[in-house]
């Protein structure tokens, strides 16, 4: 079993940036992929990114590339979204997650992850 808990959320505004972090616990992740989901009221969970932890290849929707950057702490069981030039587009709860075995490119599905945090309000004012 994997605990995922996500922080960081907050109300910033339109071009500000933030940083949420999801903290794992129950087990090291060497060989899991984490990765980073959003949903919006009314509105389906959207990928944004995923991490291979070992090696610590990255993926990312469209959508955010280029302006979201997923990481890891390995010393902190860690995974990491910065958030870059948000937009009021941006608001939604940011969920992450983790699922242990996965090909390359990794789901983009949240059906395909069995571990997920309670997630973390961003709230983006414009």
């Known amino acids: 079993q994997v605990q995922l808990v996500e922080s960081g959320g907050g109300l910033v505004q339109a071009g500000d940036s933030l940083r949420l972090s999801c903290v794992a616990s129950g087990r090291m992740l060497f060989g899991y992929f984490m990765g980073w989901f959003r949903q919006a009221p009314g509105k389906e969970r959207e990928f944004l990114a995923v991490?291979?932890?070992?090696?610590?290849?990255?993926d990312y929707a469209v959508s955010v590339k280029g302006r979201f950057t997923i990481s890891r702490d390995v010393a902190k069981n860690t995974v990491y979204l910065q958030m870059n030039s948000l937009k009021a587009e941006d608001t939604a709860v940011y969920y992450c997650?983790?699922?242990?075995?996965?090909?390359?490119?990794?789901?983009?599905?949240?059906?395909?992850?069995?571990?997920w945090g309670q997630g973390t309000q961003v709230t983006v004012s414009s």
């Open positions: 997650a983790a699922v242990q075995r996965m090909g390359w490119p990794a789901s983009r599905s949240s059906n395909d992850y069995d571990y």
């Open positions: 991490l291979k932890w070992n090696p610590g290849t990255t």
